[in-house]
Structure formats: structure tokens, C-alpha cells
């Protein structure tokens, strides 16, 4: 029962968008389903950070969670700044049942337990949030996060928080989603969104007792990143 986690899968198997534009990106699900199914067994969990599918609706997304669901291990999806097709937890859990797909869940005001961590997060958001509207997202995802975190500390064991935007770079820091994740001490932090050039202002290792590290497909090769072994 191993705990794995990769972002930003960016598929497009239901829409035209294809990702091959971009170095490095080509034949990347070939690569993930090899690697994917080559480390990851059946008992396992997967942490998908954000970024799913380029579908704008739900039903464009049906295809890429199809190949997800082909994958081994159980999937805990979260949202993306490019997942336009996210709908209500409600309602994607009934597309997925609908159509079989059985083995992904979805991480939004919740938490899961896998083994003997708990896994809670969400998007996060810019770390410039000097308009009002912004400012009003911000505030809606550290109370998100703030949920998913008092969800996970009720299934008991350490919280691991997953989120889709960083909450910190060499350069910058997003405040209020930094300072809840110190604030609620949690000790572990994953996130993606960056990609290519950008990975190197990623902030990887230790801050105010917190370890982070980037988790972005392309950045791990394709390959999900162990996380705790069972």
C-alpha cells in the first residue's frame, strides 16, 4: 500500500490539444503508462496534483479518465489551474460511476487516509494577489485547505498536504497558503504547475520545519514519485 504522487498529467485523449508542442512532451503517455504501471502496483495510491485533463467540459474528460482508470493503483485526483472541466465533487463522482470507472477519487474539502498518512489539499493559488478578485480566490483556497487539513487530522497519522500552485519558489512566497501549512505544522508539501524553464525557481527542501518538493510530470521524467513505501 505505497503512496505515490505525480502532477499535472495534462491529457487530451478526448480534445485537441496536443502536448507534443512542448520539449519533452513527446509520446508522454506511452511513457507514463510504461512507467506508471512499471513501479506502481495494484495495492498502491496515486496522488494526482492538478492539471488532469484538457477537457473543457466533463464529458470531453471521459477518454483520459478512462486511460487513468487503466493504470494501476487507486487515483486521488485534486484540481488544476487548466482543469475548466472540474464540476462539483458530486457530480464527477456520478460521471465516473456512470461510466465504470471505479478506481479514482476526488480530493476537494476532504481528506483520504492511505496507510498511515493522510492526504489532504487543493489548488492553492498566484503568489501575486494584488486585485480584489484574486484576493477572493486566495481566500477561498486557504479556506479549502484549512478543511482538507482538519479532515485529515480526524483519519489520524501524518498529513501530507498536496497542492497544484507552489506556496513557495526561490523568489517568492505565497503568504497565507505558506503561512497555514507551517501554521497547522504540517511537515510535507507537494506541488507542480511548473515546467520547463520555471522548475528552476522551484523551491525544493526544508522551510520553517516544512519540506516541499515539485512534483510535475515532465519534471519527474513521466514517472510518479515514491512518497512513503508500505
Known amino acids: 500500500m505505497s503512496l505515490f504522487a505525480i502532477a499535472d ?21 506511452e511513457k ?32 483520459d479518465f478512462r486511460f487513468l482508470d487503466s493504470l494501476n493503483g487507486t487515483k486521488i485526483v485534486m484540481k488544476g489551474n487548466h482543469d475548466y472541466w472540474w464540476a462539483t465533487k458530486s457530480k464527477t463522482e456520478k460521471f465516473l460511476k456512470e ?3 471505479e478506481s479514482i477519487k476526488i480530493l476537494f474539502n476532504n481528506a483520504y487516509k492511505v496507510g498511515d498518512t493522510a492526504i489532504c489539499g487543493t489548488r492553492g493559488w498566484f503568489f501575486d ?11 477561498r483556497e486557504v479556506g479549502r485547505l484549512k478543511t482538507s487539513i482538519a479532515e485529515a487530522k480526524k483519519l489520524g497519522g501524518e498529513v501530507i498536504a498536496f497542492l497544484h500552485y507552489p506556496p513557495i519558489s526561490l ?40 519540506k ?12 510518479p514519485k515514491l512518497i512513503r513505501k508500505s
Open 171 to 210: 523568489t517568492e512566497t505565497c503568504r497565507e497558503i505558506y503561512d497555514t501549512i507551517v501554521g497547522e505544522e504540517i511537515k510535507t508539501c507537494y506541488y507542480g504547475h511548473l515546467h520547463g524553464n520555471s522548475v528552476n525557481w522551484a523551491f525544493r527542501g526544508e522551510s520553517d520545519g516544512v
Open 99 to 101: 461510466n465504470g470507472i
Open 32 to 63: 507514463l503508462q510504461k512507467n506508471w504501471n512499471a513501479v506502481v502496483t495494484e495495492k498502491d495510491t496515486v496522488v494526482i496534483a492538478g492539471d488532469i485533463s484538457w477537457g473543457m467540459k466533463l464529458e470531453d474528460t471521459l477518454e
Open 212 to 223: 516541499f518538493d515539485l512534483i510535475s510530470a515532465d519534471y519527474l521524467r513521466f514517472c
Open 9 to 29: 498529467t495534462h491529457l487530451s485523449f478526448g480534445t485537441d490539444k496536443p502536448m507534443d508542442i512542448f520539449e519533452g512532451w513527446q509520446n508522454f503517455e
Open 129 to 139: 494577489c494584488s486585485k480584489n478578485e484574486d484576493q477572493k480566490v486566495l481566500a
